[in-house]
Each structure stands twice: as structure tokens, then as C-alpha cells.
């Protein structure tokens, strides 16, 4: 499990407890302190966070990425001790390829396709929030080329008189 509480000390000494929870609904809460704030994702398909939370001296995000949680301070994760980059919003061209896996998987190899294109969109969505973008495509691309020959096979098979 996750450890998604952290003890940060600001400038004055002065150490404060920083949590991240999401509650039995699904809710998602930030706790410092003693005062608990309500968050939620800015993406309805992914969870995506990046709370700012401001002590002396220091500057806090609590970063919400899918399932994995972090803490930047100052600008550096506290988990990997990566520089800290602001979320932004997901590319364009993203939610063209979420949509033709989703539709395209329904049209051309029914709902086991559908569900499996979503799926793979959450995969790649996930990547490419991590600045993995070559191997969201590649993904992407596998998913093409074993949907074509489902349809393919699919087509072949009623030719044959099997379906």
C-alpha cells in the first residue's frame, strides 16, 4: 500500500503533516493539518490532481497521476527526486485516438473490443501524462494491428460459411 502521508518542515521550524485520502465514496481529500480540503480530478476519464499547498518557505503539490500519488516540495518529487513540471492539459490528439479505440473497437470487433480499447486508453492517457508518448502510440498501434485481424479473421470466417 501507498504511503500517501508526509511530514514537511517550512522555513520556521515548524513541521506539518501533509495526507492524501480518498474516502469510502471515492472522494478525494487533502489534509494538512488539521484543515481538510476536497479535491477533484480536472479529467473526467483519469484522475488528475496537482493541489497546491503553500507554507513558509515552502511551496507543496500534492500530485494525483491515475492511481500514484506524490509530493513535490520545492519542486522536486519526494518519491523519485525528479525536478517537478505543472500538469497540463492532455494533447488533442489524445482524445481523437481515446475515441476511435472506444468507437472503432465497438464497430469492428463489438464489446470485448470496446472494453479492451478503453482500457488501453487509460494505459496510454497514464504514459502520456508521464511524457511517455512514444510507447502510448506504440500501444495504440499494437491494439490497430490485432483489431484488423480480428476483423479480418471475423470476415474470413463468414466467407466460409463458419459464422
Not at 476519464?45 to 513535490?72: A, R, S, W
Not at 479492451?116 to 502510448?136: E, P
Amino acid at each position: 500500500m501507498q504511503n500517501n502521508s508526509w511530514s514537511v518542515t517550512d522555513c520556521n521550524g515548524v513541521a506539518h503533516t501533509i495526507s492524501f485520502n480518498r474516502t469510502w465514496t471515492g472522494k478525494m481529500e487533502i489534509q494538512v493539518d488539521m484543515d481538510v480540503y476536497r479535491v477533484k480530478s480536472s479529467n473526467w476519464f483519469i484522475n488528475l490532481v496537482d493541489y497546491e499547498i503553500m507554507l513558509p518557505g515552502t511551496n507543496c503539490h500534492v500530485v494525483v497521476i491515475g492511481n500514484k500519488v506524490d509530493l513535490t516540495i520545492n519542486g522536486v518529487y519526494v518519491s523519485n527526486g525528479k525536478p517537478f513540471e505543472p500538469i497540463n492539459k492532455l494533447p488533442a490528439w489524445i482524445w481523437v485516438l481515446v475515441g476511435l479505440s472506444v468507437i472503432g473497437g465497438f464497430l469492428f470487433g463489438g464489446w470485448l473490443f470496446m472494453f479492451l480499447g478503453a482500457v488501453i486508453s487509460m494505459f496510454a492517457l497514464q504514459l502520456i501524462m508521464n511524457k511517455k508518448t512514444g510507447i502510448a502510440i506504440v500501444l495504440y498501434c499494437i491494439f490497430a494491428v490485432v483489431l484488423a485481424l480480428w476483423f479480418m479473421a471475423q470476415i474470413q470466417l463468414r466467407m466460409q460459411g463458419y459464422l
